[in-house]
């Protein structure tokens, strides 16, 4: 009826029944007993939650786990992806595509094939993007974020409301169902900022969208009526950390947008674009206890603006007011930089439990563009140095970090062998 005539579940009335299934003893003992999967969801909530808040911590506790989970496969789906993302990557071998990984995965692909429809499926989903994203295991990556969003919109959520397959009656579960659809719109941008031309799965954020809700509150189960605000008239005030990374999104959308246009060189669309970032990056640092992972968010996005423009030597006359500009940001970006790493607060220092994966891509370009800029030099600039020390140090988290790492040494390579053929040319 879902696809082939919705008009029946929405005019006749009819209650979608959602068939339990039972759950395989070997998923049940991957989860652990009641005490582990409290401490699972404590360690997720204390982590993951405070810079990708879209599982409603209240509704959490208080629908799933007084309840006997072990009987809804959809439940032990949703606390599974907790432990998944939330248990670091093994050391030797370094490898995250772990058992856990699989079997995730596996029952992933048995609860779906189930006809099991919940929220608790899609979230689960989105974690293990959001882990595939983090490991940088692609394109398994790529392709699970593209099946949040087909998910969600069999759902009815991210489309017309006319699709939803049932009536969302309270305002914590309408918040909580479009924090997670905003979820999925940022790991949408971001599983592309790398190589631009990719269609997004998901649609490009209208003006009149609504932007998440107060992330303390709605915590507490609180969503007020009022509090509500579209991405063209956020808040005056305070604004939730997760409203404000919305924002970032739809911005490094409309950059990967340009970047992928024909006319992306003759374009000043990235102008605009620029003094956009820019703005978004002072306030954001111009607060009291500025949110280190969105602005490392922004970073990207304004990186991700220049990165074609970020290794050129001999420039083309049209490009080379951009080239020089893209120059500009990186310095400025470097000496934030510095300074926060100085006073151990972006990168190094910070435990690499609470990071997100966000800012890693604007430290790998950064750390080329000095590299390349200076591959003649003897000695490598203090903040590559630096870049690269943070980089081993959130590898103990997100193996994409080890990744950008060794892209790193194939730049070193390529910049070492390109410096010897000059050589030989003088």
Known sequence: MLFLDPGILQHGQVEVYQAASPVAEHILHLLGDIDDVRATASNYFEHIHSWMP?????????????????????????????????TLPPTSPRNPRTPLYHAMKHFHLQVEGSSIFSLPVLQAAVLLALYEVGHAIYPAAFLSVGACARYAHALGIGCSESLQIRRVLTLVEVEERRKTWWAIVILDRFVS????????????????????????????????????STLSSPLTGHMSRFALLCQAARLLGQVLHHLSSDSAIRDDAWIQLDRTLQSMIAASLNVDSPDYDQISFIYSALVALYTPWLYSDGVSIVDRDRSQRAKVVVQQITETICTNLVDHQCFLGRNPEDMSPWGLFFAYHVCGAHMHSNREASDEPEIVKSLKEAFRAIDVRWNVAGVYLQLLEAQEVRNSFRSKNEWKKV
């Open 193 to 228: 900022i790398g190589c631009p031309g990719r269609p997004f799965a998901t649609a490009d954020p209208r003006s009149d969208d609504l932007l998440p809700a107060d992330d303390t509150a709605w915590d507490r189960g609180i969503v007020r009526s009022d509090g509500f």
């Open 54 to 86: 879209f599982i409603s911590k209240k509704r959490f506790y208080d629908l799933y786990l007084p309840s006997p989970f072990q009987s809804r496969s959809d439940v032990v789906l949703l606390l599974l992806s907790l432990k998944l993302i939330t």
